[in-house]
Nanobody, 119 residues
Framework: QVQLVESGGGLVQPGGSLRLSCAAS????????MAWYRQAPGKQRELVAF???????NYADSVKGRFTISRDNAKNTVSLQMNNLKPEDTALYYC?????????????WGQGTQVTVSS
């Protein structure tokens, strides 16, 4: 059974920083692209950043220059360093991973971790 477990959310003041982490527990297969999404109340889920297994990254325009996605392929983890946080970054953050089992890819999601930016 594949599980993605996120950690690191919380309450932070505007201008502050948080680091989110997500660990994928797999005993077989491989992991393709990993990503962070977020969903604010009343809004659609949106892509924040993704990273390929070759470490190519891409970011939403709203977070460029403030967020950094990274991954450790040996540990099956992906992280999101968030700096200069703004109130509009408040959302439930989810990690997603494309996991290949028996030659078939499938997307798996974490349970979400809340990030609240407020003074």
């Amino acid at each position: 059974q594949v599980q993605l477990v996120e950690s690191g959310g919380g309450l932070v003041q505007p201008g502050g920083s948080l680091r989110l982490s997500c660990a994928a527990s797999i005993t077989t297969g491989s992991i393709g692209p990993m990503a962070w999404y977020r969903q604010a109340p009343g809004k659609q889920r949106e892509l924040v950043a993704f990273i390929t297994s070759g470490l190519t990254t891409n970011y939403a325009d709203s977070v460029k220059g403030r967020f950094t996605i990274s991954r450790d392929n040996a540990k099956n983890t992906v992280s999101l360093q968030m700096n200069n946080l703004k109130p509009e970054d408040t959302a439930l953050y989810y990690c997603k991973a494309e996991i290949w089992l028996l030659g078939n890819p499938r997307d798996y999601w974490g349970q979400g971790t809340q990030v609240t930016v407020s003074s």
